[in-house]
């Protein structure tokens, strides 16, 4: 109950706030200086946030419910939303606050992306356009032989990185299950190991594989790295998620036995999770050689390495090789594993 | 007259949002008899079952299983109780997954070192026990089949089994019917019988049905609301009592 006054109410003010800054910004124009003074910026975006919210509370205690925010609309339980009588949107405040919020952010959306219908039409830039794509549907397939190896090392790299966190994944992924880490001192393992892995996973692959790039060198070595990391905290969470899940009937049965906590869990549970796990398992492989190819244009080598370089100068014939060696690859990929998924269920 | 094989002494259990389920609970369990608990569902039947083998904490009071308090003990101590006392559920908890005879065989955990049992490394003399004991329950034929492949009677059987195998003094039953159908219902409770009276393990058994009680129990306690309100032979369950434990205008439904 007080959780969604407060989500509504953050919500509803938040809202407010932002139509507040919008109209400042179009009303006062600011200068380049101005728009950079993040502070002062900030505090008046709170001071808007506080008038929201008195404005939101205001209107949420009209007993008329078409005056109601769209915050409320959004979060008021089950129970409360039964009572009122349907309305068709246009007659009710929330209905408005929606189309207008949805309207601004738009037109702030095509300011602030610099959408231009003239460069899209521009002659000189649709002409280099066509040349491009020209050069990408000639394949220069001299390069094909050398494309092969790359992505052959590409899917190798996203193969490394899968395996090595397998096992890791596996062990982790009971200590990061809420479901059989209840004693406090448990329950504190827990929490420390989900941190850390949510901090992990909130790095981005790519930013993983800068920073092994520099420590092991530009190469696969590093892409492997990077995706291993990556891999190992987002199979964590995959395969607990999964613990989470399990009955307790087969828990209770073979606790009843007088078996080991140890063997609690490799009877009773992972019997329960190990089809999900290996199902997981291949469809993260289908993702890391996706992600291997990103990862190479920053470094972390394989096939994305190889087309950075002929980006860079331009050689659109050998791009579009590559390109379509990376496409039948990933394509393959993705048939494959859900081929597979769908025979393990 | 021999020492009880379990004495249950002002058994308390308070779960931790405050439910009292137990509210100082006592009685005795002589060696080799057939007790049924019976009561509504919520009177604490389970809980009293899961607080004997200590898959849950008693908040307070005794529990002494073959001459010991075991109500506190911790850690190791709680497998090794384990070990002595069988357990069969109303959803039978088996692992799906695994072959009848391997599920038969997890009766045998508490008594082999972790290591040994993940690698499978069961002996030859516990699958001999595990294959003995199947035949006692009437399904040796199914060892080799998955045992979410059997019917729910056939997997509770499977379940007495595997709480034989580790050759237990007493056999815990956690409304083992409650999800059969009335035939099943009685192949499954004349194992028990068979169990109690040819192998001598005590039994200590959760029960809905009146008629199941009067046909195989030797003994009745009635809890209602935590507390024992009748205790006595089956036979002594009038109508009056009857009122009582299950409240007023309650009818008997009889189950053939």
Known sequence: ??????????????????????????????????MLNLGQNFLMFVIAMVIGAALSAGLNKSKNSSAHTLGESLFEP?????????????????GWQLVIFLGVTFIVGLKSTKFSVTELLNEDGFAGALRLF?????????????????????????????????????????FCAKNIMKSPKAYAVYMLLRTLLNFTRAIEALIWAIIFSVWVG????????????HSIASLTKQYSEMVETVSEGPIEGIQSTGATKFQTVWFAIVPQVILPYISFTVYR????????????????????TMLIQYQGQAMWPEVGCIILVIAIV???????????????K | MSQPILSIKNLVKTYPNGVQALKGVSFDVKRGEFLVVIGLSGSGKSTLLRCVNRLHDPTSGQIVFEGKDIAQVQGEEVRSLRKHIGMIFQHFNLIPRHSVLSNVLMGRLGAMGSFQSIFGFFSDEDKAKALKYLKLVGIADKAKIRADQLSGGQQQRVAIARALAQGPSILLADEPV????????????????????????TVVCNLHFLSLVRQYAT????????????????????????????????????IN
Request: with cysteine; charged share 20%.
């Open chain 1, 1 to 34: 109950m007080k959780s969604y006054v407060f989500r509504r109410t953050f919500f509803d003010s938040f809202i407010f706030a932002y139509f507040a800054m919008i109209l400042l910004v179009v009303a006062a124009q600011p200068t380049p200086e101005q």
């Open chain 1, 78 to 94: 089950a129970y409360k939303k039964a009572e009122k009588a349907e309305r068709f949107w246009y007659k009710t405040f929330a």
């Open chain 1, 134 to 174: 020209k050069g990408l549907f000639n394949p220069n397939f001299e390069i094909l032989p050398k494309a092969v190896l790359n992505i052959i090392e590409t899917v190798f790299m996203a193969f490394m990185a899968t395996t090595l966190a397998i096992p890791v994944a596996f062990v982790l992924s009971f």
């Open chain 1, 218 to 229: 530009i190469g696969p070595f590093a892409g492997m790295l990077a995706l291993l990391i």
């Open chain 1, 285 to 304: 492989w289908d993702i890391n050689v996706r992600m291997a190819t990103i990862i190479g244009l920053v470094g972390g080598g394989g096939i994305g």
């Open chain 1, 330 to 344: 990933v394509w393959g990929m993705d048939q494959a594993s859900a081929v597979i998924r769908e025979s393990l």
């Open chain 2, 178 to 201: 409650a999800s059969l159908d009335p035939a099943t219902c009685h192949t499954v409770m004349d194992y028990l019988k068979k169990v109690n009276t040819e192998l001598g393990i």
């Open chain 2, 219 to 254: 003994r009745v306690i009635a809890l209602k609301g935590g507390e024992i309100v009748f205790e006595g032979k089956p036979s002594d369950i009038t109508e009056e009592w009857f009122q009582k434990i299950y409240g007023q205008g309650s009818k008997e439904v009889h």
